[in-house]
């Protein structure tokens, strides 16, 4: 069957410990960024959002940091659990535009129990 | 409450035929986009609904698709004399109101295989 990721940057932790997934963005006038898992068959789903007036910001077991100055976003995901396997994407609004979201390419994160 | 549905979950379909994608937002729910998502890619816009009318259709690839919402809720993607290319997952996501103040809440998406 296929094989979702199959060109995908991929990520391999162990149950527990902390994972972190980047992003670069090349858009300079991108001013509000969100992470989305998605799992296979299904939608991508919301994680955390962050704007470009702040450089960190927090949720319940994840941490988004945004550097402007190298145009680099991440994600942390403390304790990483199985259910946390996913492939996660990275999206900016276009400068100029409030509503529409540009998709980075993925990355494919397994957690090892 | 129930999410963003989207029918057929799957449709295969042959070069040169035509075929309607449709989506159910959320109930309330002003905003509405589909996304066409290609194996191991991340989504790409296509469109944008706010209310009955087509805020933003840049991301339509050709004339060959196209996208109503008559009444300003169900959604249905259109796609003529489709082509192997055309092939890929294709998304639908709402929101309360056309600003990213507001979710993105996604559906599983439709699966179109063009043989």
């Known amino acids: 069957g296929e094989s979702v990721g199959l060109h995908l940057p991929t990520l391999s932790v162990q149950e527990g410990d902390n994972s972190i997934i980047n992003c670069a963005y090349s858009?300079?006038?991108?001013?509000?960024f969100i992470w989305y898992k998605q799992e296979s068959g299904k939608g991508p789903q919301f994680i955390i959002d962050?704007?470009?007036?702040?450089d960190k910001r927090q949720g319940q077991r994840v941490t988004v940091l945004l550097n402007k100055t190298v145009k680099h976003l991440s994600l942390q995901i403390a304790a990483t659990q199985p259910g946390d396997s996913a492939v996660y994407f990275c999206?900016?609004?276009?400068?100029?535009?409030?509503?529409?979201?540009?998709f980075g390419k993925g990355t494919l994160l397994t957690v090892n129990p | 409450g129930a999410g963003v549905s989207q029918t057929p979950s799957n449709k295969v379909t042959e070069k040169g035929k035509y075929v309607e994608l449709r989506c159910d937002p959320i109930?309330?729910?002003?905003?509405l986009y589909w996304y066409r998502q290609s194996l191991g890619q991340g989504p790409e816009f296509l469109i944008y609904?706010?209310?009955?009318?087509?805020?933003?259709d840049s991301g339509l690839p050709n004339d060959r698709f196209f996208a109503v919402r008559p009444e300003g809720s169900v959604s249905t993607l259109k796609i003529q004399r489709t082509e192997r290319g055309d092939s890929a997952v294709y998304l639908c996501?709402?929101?309360?109101?056309?600003?990213?103040?507001?979710?993105?809440?996604f559906g599983p998406g439709t699966r179109l295989t063009v043989l």
């Open positions: 858009n300079s006038a991108s001013d509000y």
């Open positions: 996501a709402s929101s309360f109101s056309g600003s990213l103040f507001y979710e993105q809440f």
């Open positions: 609904f706010q209310g009955t009318g087509a805020a933003d």
């Open positions: 999206a900016e609004s276009s400068g100029g535009s409030n509503y529409k979201l540009t």
């Open positions: 109930s309330g729910h002003t905003a």
């Open positions: 962050i704007r470009s007036n702040m």
